[in-house]
């Protein structure tokens, strides 16, 4: 398997970026492809507690909205003002995208959460992208996130695409059945 940290450790000896008690996991794609053993081909990092002005000072680049980047095709989100590492991972598409992993030695993964609000068509239970990834299960965060997706069925076919070897969840099946 791909050791992440090291690509956490390129990122943090750049000098031109304060990465100093910044509190960021990378998250998404290349955590997800990391734990299935691939190379992974974006880098995207999730930034708690920092604003706007503060990822600027700090020597990022805005991109747009909550976006930097280092300059260096590493893309770093700034979470909403008060939420959680856990509530910026709600609003991914897939539970294999909503992986966060610390970076440097405290390199593990966390699961996506442990309950959230019941909804329609979920009973309230834990989120767990691991158990998907291990299971190779393709399966939506979140209703209501995935229902305000402009392009859910594009979404999931690229991920069909990506991962032929991936089944689709049921109830993200026929969520998106009932659209």
């Given at each position: 398997m791909i ?6 450790d390129?990122?943090?000896?750049q000098?031109?970026?304060?990465f100093?008690e910044?509190?960021w996991?990378?998250?998404?794609q ?17 930034v ?9 000072e700090?020597?990022f680049?805005h ?5 930097f980047?280092d300059g260096n095709g ?5 979470a909403?003002e008060n939420d ?5 991972l709600r609003?991914k ?7 966060g992993?610390?970076p440097?030695?405290q ?11 019941e ?5 309230e ?5 691991i ?7 393709i399966?939506h965060t ?5 229902e305000e997706?402009d392009?859910?069925e594009?979404r999931?076919?690229l ?7 991936f089944s689709v969840?049921d109830?993200?099946?026929?969520l998106?059945?009932s659209?």
């Amino acid at each position: 398997m791909i050791d992440i940290r090291k690509k956490h450790d390129r990122i943090e000896n750049q000098d031109s970026m304060d990465f100093e008690e910044l509190d960021w996991y990378a998250v998404g794609q290349q955590v997800r492809d990391s734990l299935l053993g691939r190379d992974p081909k974006e880098f995207e990092f999730a930034v708690i507690d920092e604003s706007l002005e503060s990822m600027k000072e700090r020597g990022f680049t805005h991109v747009d909205g909550q976006r930097f980047t280092d300059g260096n095709g590493h893309l770093f989100e700034v979470a909403e003002e008060n939420d959680s590492l856990e509530a910026f991972l709600r609003d991914k598409d897939f539970t294999v995208n909503a992986i966060g992993m610390t970076p440097g030695e405290q390199n593990y993964h966390f699961p996506l959460m442990n309950n959230y609000e019941e909804d329609d068509d979920r009973p309230e239970k834990p989120i767990d992208p691991i158990k998907d990834l291990d299971e190779k299960v393709i399966r939506h965060t979140t209703n209501e996130g995935f229902e305000e997706l402009d392009d859910a069925e594009v979404r999931l076919e690229l991920m069909k695409n990506t991962f032929p070897e991936f089944s689709v969840a049921d109830e993200t099946e026929n969520l998106l059945k009932s659209e």
